[in-house]
């Protein structure tokens, strides 16, 4: 099998090119600067090209003959980068694919569905994405399903919650972790609220079955795994050797503090992450259980023991 990976050097393109390489696939690799793709495997063909640029094709012998093209790149943190690298990088590489692949697999969010205080969220929910990731993230799907029938390739959408795993570039677990280890965090608001967190090694799993399984073939899937804010902290404060702390944090001055903080010192406290800790939405992974028999290969609970092990290497 000829497998390209676009965002190669991060979380999940390193997990994907080391699960094919490890089938024994010839495996491509996109990165945006060849000097910093130290951790992509050797025998796996590298190529450097940035999507946000104008100038200059993709690379062919990166798509041509290819039989899956995982789309992992996108630009998470920067927000003056967002709408050319998510939309008008994938438009330029989408244009580039036509004729040279097989399928294509999009790497999306749940963000595309805004941030619901609860219910249940499927693919058939509507689309409201709140900031300007999920927005240009939405925007790369709706490009992606509308180009490939015309491009002769099809396509699936995998959309999930927050990847996890050792390497990981999001923040705020960390701090999570930090808060607990110092006796500094607790639930937040009333008890019942659900924090969406998928291992890295589950996504990798069901981005394969996207990839290679026929009935997938043009179908949006939501990807996730939940559990409860409570348990979170019962999960971290095992691993930290910490005590579960017994009070709570009230919401609405947490609100306020974030309120504030995102006026006076952005980053350290936001209203998406207060909204993180107090969320009671489900997101239903009946569809891609049904249609792909997706199974976890990996328990998010052990996923959080591993993550916390690493952590703790580090910064002792």
């Known amino acids: 099998m000829k497998v390209a990976v676009t965002g190669a050097g991060g979380l999940l393109g390193k997990a994907l090119t080391s699960l094919h390489l490890a089938r024994g696939d010839d495996v491509r690799a996109l990165v945006r600067d060849a000097s910093r793709s130290r951790g992509v495997q050797s025998g796996i063909r590298v190529f450097e090209h940035d999507l946000t640029a104008a100038e200059g094709e993709c690379p062919l012998g990166f798509l041509d003959g290819a039989d899956v093209v995982y789309h992992c790149a996108a630009e998470l943190h920067d927000p003056d980068r967002m709408a050319d690298a998510n939309v008008e990088g994938t438009r330029r590489l989408l244009k580039a694919a036509a004729g040279r692949i097989g399928r294509w697999v999009q790497v999306s969010t749940v963000a595309v569905y805004g941030r619901p205080r609860g219910g249940t969220i499927s693919e058939a929910s509507c689309l409201a994405p709140h900031d300007r990731y999920a927005m240009t993230k939405a925007g790369a799907d709706a490009l992606v399903a509308g180009l490939s029938a015309k491009g002769g390739f099809d396509q699936v959408i995998l959309r999930s919650c927050a990847v996890i795993g050792p390497g990981m570039q999001g923040r705020f677990l960390y701090r ?95 209203q998406a992450q207060v909204d993180i800790l107090t969320s009671r939405v489900r997101y239903s992974t009946e569809r891609i259980r049904s249609d792909l028999e997706y199974n976890d290969v990996m328990n998010l609970e052990d996923a959080l023991r591993e993550l916390i092990a690493v952590w703790q290497k580090h910064k002792s």
Request: aromatic share 6%; proline share 9%; charged share 15%.
């Open 176 to 270: 999570v972790f930090g808060l607990l280890n110092r006796g500094l965090f607790a639930p937040v608001g009333a008890p019942g609220a659900l924090v969406s967190l998928m291992p890295v090694a589950n996504v990798v799993h069901a981005l394969q079955a996207c990839a290679s399984l026929p009935q997938a073939a043009g179908r949006t899937y939501i990807l996730a795994d939940q559990l409860s804010v409570e348990r979170l902290i019962e999960v971290c404060c095992d691993a930290l050797g910490r005590p579960v702390p017994r009070w709570r944090l009230p919401e609405a001055p947490l609100r306020a503090a974030a309120w504030l903080s995102e006026r006076i010192v952005p980053g350290k406290l936001t």
